[in-house]
């Protein structure tokens, strides 16, 4: 059995491997290499969904295709990765990926609304998504999923592969699954969530001068 009841608090995002980046406007560009992995990263916030992904884990594809669409954001992914050994440093270095793209697209953040929440349901499931791109990573993951596997995918590694990406995105992020049984319908409801709330928390807002804190910034 697999409970994903866990709130955890994070720090600053690991620096293993070599890392590079190009942002320009709202979109970004990242590669990311190791001697496990290899990730090249297009992400362009301010999109229409369009996506053109291979990460090599299928399951992981089809979330990131659910993820982009969802949340009118271009997604392209090129990834590849000791599968052979299992999926974790691959999912796990996409997220990564995926959460430095959208920390160079924002820039300083200035103008967006900064939070976004969606509850989606998905047939039985129902889950709610809670986002603050406030520069202070933390996750909160209130996820009970009973299979260990979706197809031959570890369920545990969407954990991962949201630690991951809050750590690099530096943001707020509390996902809670208010109902469900099929695994699947969970996890598709977490990453429409995800979407959705992004989506929001990354809107300009035209009545905002600088970022929205009294702090004057959202670099943690």
Same mark, same amino acid.
């Given at each position: 059995?697999? $409970?994903?009841?866990?709130?955890? $608090?994070?720090?600053?995002?690991?620096?293993?491997?070599?890392?590079?980046?190009?942002?320009?406007?709202?979109?970004?560009?990242?590669?990311?290499?190791? =001697?496990?992995?290899?990730?090249? /990263?297009?992400?362009?916030?301010?999109?229409?969904? #369009?996506?053109?992904? #291979?990460?090599?884990?299928?399951? %992981?594809? +089809?979330?990131?295709?659910?993820?982009? #669409? +969802?949340?009118?954001?271009?997604?392209?992914?090129? @990834?590849?990765?000791?599968?052979?050994?299992? !999926?974790?440093?691959?999912?796990?270095?996409?997220? /990564? &990926? /995926?959460?430095?793209?959208?920390?160079?697209?924002?820039?300083? =953040?200035?103008?967006? $609304?900064?939070?976004?929440?969606?509850?989606?349901?998905?047939?039985? @499931?129902?889950?709610?998504?809670?986002?603050?791109?406030?520069?202070?990573?933390?996750?909160?993951?209130?996820?009970?999923?009973?299979?260990?596997?979706?197809?031959?995918?570890?369920?545990?590694?969407? +954990?991962?592969?949201?630690?991951?990406?809050?750590?690099?995105?530096?943001?707020?992020?509390?996902?809670?699954? /208010?109902?469900?049984?099929?695994? +699947?319908?969970?996890?598709? &409801?977490?990453? =429409?969530?995800?979407?959705?709330?992004? !989506?929001? @928390?990354?809107?300009?807002?035209? #009545?905002?001068?600088?970022? %929205?804190?009294? =702090?004057?910034?959202?670099?943690?």
């Amino acid at each position: 059995m697999v $409970r994903g009841r866990t709130v955890k $608090r994070v720090g600053a995002a690991a620096s293993a491997g070599r890392s590079r980046g190009v942002a320009a406007g709202r979109s970004a560009t990242v590669a990311r290499r190791t =001697k496990e992995t290899a990730v090249e /990263l297009s992400l362009n916030v301010d999109g229409s969904g #369009r996506y053109d992904i #291979r990460s090599g884990v299928p399951f %992981l594809d +089809h979330m990131l295709e659910i993820f982009a #669409r +969802h949340g009118f954001f271009d997604l392209t992914l090129r @990834a590849s990765g000791d599968v052979e050994v299992d !999926d974790h440093h691959t999912v796990e270095d996409v997220g /990564l &990926a /995926l959460g430095q793209a959208f920390r160079q697209a924002l820039g300083a =953040k200035e103008g967006i $609304r900064r939070f976004g929440e969606a509850t989606v349901p998905l047939d039985e @499931a129902l889950v709610q998504v809670v986002v603050d791109l406030s520069g202070r990573p933390f996750l909160a993951y209130d996820v009970e999923i009973r299979q260990e596997r979706i197809g031959a995918f570890a369920v545990e590694l969407i +954990h991962d592969f949201l630690l991951a990406f809050v750590n690099e995105n530096g943001m707020n992020l509390h996902v809670r699954m /208010l109902a469900g049984r099929n695994p +699947h319908h969970i996890v598709e &409801a977490v990453f =429409k969530g995800l979407a959705r709330a992004l !989506d929001a @928390a990354t809107q300009r807002d035209p #009545r905002l001068r600088g970022v %929205l804190s009294t =702090k004057g910034t959202l670099s943690g």
